[in-house]
Structure formats: C-alpha cells, structure tokens
C-alpha cells in the first residue's frame, strides 16, 4: 500500500526536530482518551511501552521536505514512530491521521507542552479505492516491532504544508 497512514504538515516536523534535537529519539502515540483526552503524545523514545497490539500508523522521516519521499528508510533522530492504540485503529482504520501543531499548551506528558505549542490530529477519511487497497494490508504490530521488524522508507509523501493540503480544515479556506 502507498498511501500513508500517516502525514504531518511542515509545523509540525519542524517542531519534531527541535525536540529531537534536545531529547534525542523520539516517537509519539495517538492517546485514546483517560486525563489527556485524545492527542497525539510525543515522548523520547522508549519512554512509553508500546504494547504488542498497538498499531505502527508509519514512522515519520524529518530529513523529509514536502512531497518528497526518502530513498532509504530514516533512522535515529530522523526517524519518529507514529503509534495507535489496536482498539482506537479499528475506529480510525479508515482514516488518515493528519499530524498538526497549533498554539496552546500540550499536554503534561508529551515534550511539546512547554514549547506554547500542543500536536493536534486531523483526519481524512479514505475513499473507497484506498479503503480496498488496505484490504489485504497486515498492520505491523507491537509485538513485530519489539522482534525487530521495521517497514521501509515511505513511497508516498509524509510531510504537507498545512494540514489544509491534507483534509478539510474548519476555518480554513
């Protein structure tokens, strides 16, 4: 399947490598709810336990500029794991997570909270053809991941101007 699971507009990687550039690796998982509603968390890698039923939506590669594809797939700082709880992915399966920054405070967990900026996700739904497309795609799992197993550099652009380019923004023309 070419189509990402998931895009980030410039605002958003821009802000990404600012705090790798401090904390070093970093990866973010789309919370479900409970204190912090339901936002994208950024944390240093390996300082929240991915589970073995979590969903990889695709791992984020800031060395990228907009509509441009890697040739190789990112690592280190340049690479930043993007997970899903499996229960909120079969809500969300249909949908394309559009990673966004606004201002605001983030949340007390995630890095971005004293930056007066908080990660926001969007959303696109797919259409029918894409829909079929993820048909016969087997998500890479928690489990996977933790035996070593890693997906390849993306085929298809990750990173967007504005979230506007990506979906339906409310306010935005």
Known sequence: MTVPRIVATVDAVALLRRLAQRNGPLMMHQSGGCCD??????YPQGEFLVGDRDV???????????????ADAPDGVHAVPV?????QFEAWKHTQLVLDVVPGRGSGFSLE??????????GRAYTPDEV???ADEEPLLGARWESGERPGPATEPQVVETASDACPVPGMT
């Not at 997970?83 to 229960?87: A, E, L, Q, R, T």
């Not at 909270?113 to 969007?122: A, I, K, V, Y």
């Open 113 to 122: 909270s004293p930056e007066g900026l908080r990660f926001l996700s969007r």
């Open 56 to 70: 990889l939506l695709g791992v984020l590669d800031l060395r990228l500029a907009p509509g441009a594809v890697g």
């Open 83 to 87: 997970w899903i709880s499996g229960s």
């Open 132 to 134: 079929a497309a993820f």
């Open 37 to 42: 509603g339901s936002a994208p968390m950024c």
